[in-house]
């Protein structure tokens, strides 16, 4: 499930580690953290460093048994810095395991330049 996030979520804790740009043309730096909705539900918040729309999301975690599982974005709703996607919910989180990320996309817009970068997340 794909989503833009409120402003009321709340981090639940958890060190998001900065992504690196590669890939495409552009770059971007995604960060990672995780939250919980209303339901009490998990979800992987994505907050990038600079306008961008998103393709796909690809989530590895060994740990969890999430090997190459991808979600499809739409690739023209913009977020940024104010306005982060989530990925969730999620389920079987554990402390200590190490989720990464492959995002892409287009920096500004769906016309803008293409980039990938990756990034990961440890369950506190």
Do not use: E, M, R
């Amino acid at each position: 499930f794909f989503s833009s996030c409120g402003d009321d979520a709340a981090p639940t804790g958890g060190d998001p580690f900065g992504g690196g740009g590669g890939g495409g043309g552009g770059t971007v730096t995604i960060t990672v953290a995780l939250v919980q909705d209303a339901q009490q539900n998990y979800h992987f918040q994505f907050t990038p460093s600079a306008a961008v729309t998103v393709n796909t999301v690809t989530a590895n975690c060994a740990a969890a048994g999430v090997n190459n599982a991808q979600v499809q974005g739409d690739g023209t709703t913009v977020f940024n810095n104010t306005s982060p996607f989530t990925v969730g919910p999620v389920t079987g989180l554990a402390a200590g395991q190490v989720w990464t990320f492959t995002v892409t996309g287009k920096l500004g817009s769906s016309t803008g330049t293409a980039y990938t970068t990756n990034t990961s997340f440890t369950v506190q």
